[in-house]
């Protein structure tokens, strides 16, 4: 944890979650549900902001999301989640999602999507949060990286509007 109670790292808020997908959670071709994917995302971007905070956190929003490959009965959801921006009382987190197949060791990207949460205090009221501190070059490598591309995909939405 980070000595000063006003900052936070992002590797603070780092954190990977994993689900084997199984029947419950897929639809008649054998494949993972969006909708379960998407849960997966937000519990996963909840606990990065959360750890981030020190505090509860509610979803505020859920950027634009593309369904890129399928995630298979019996693969691996592996789901990464890392705070890179903040405002006031909300915090930004990126979050991607990779399937695993275990038997051939094999490894793809499957979804990915920008997420914002918002800390609460406990009469449910926003709370500020701490200041992004990227401590070390890996982390400000993560940083940046989300950040591009969230400016690429804010600029391809706009393309789309006009």
Not at 55 to 73: C, G, N, Q
Not at 121 to 136: A, H, I, S
Request: net charge negative.
């Amino acid at each position: 944890m980070s000595d000063d109670p006003e900052t936070s790292t992002l590797s603070e808020s780092y954190t990977e979650m994993t689900e084997v997908l199984l029947p419950n959670d897929t639809n008649t071709l054998g494949r993972a549900l969006g909708g379960a994917v998407l849960h997966w995302m937000d519990m996963c971007g909840a606990i990065a902001a959360g750890r981030f905070a020190n505090e509860r956190v509610v979803t505020a929003s859920l950027d634009h999301v593309d369904f890129i490959s399928p995630i298979d009965l019996g693969e691996i959801a592996v789901l990464e989640a890392y705070v890179f921006d903040t405002g006031r009382t909300s915090m930004d987190v990126w979050v991607e999602v990779h399937a695993e197949n275990p038997r051939v060791d094999e490894k793809r990207r499957t979804t990915s999507s920008f997420l914002t949460f918002v800390a609460i205090d406990d009469g449910g009221e926003p709370t500020p949060v701490p200041e992004l501190v990227c401590e070390e070059q890996a982390a400000e490598e993560l940083r940046d990286h989300a950040r591009e591309r969230r400016r690429e995909q804010l600029e391809r939405l706009t393309e789309q509007l006009d």
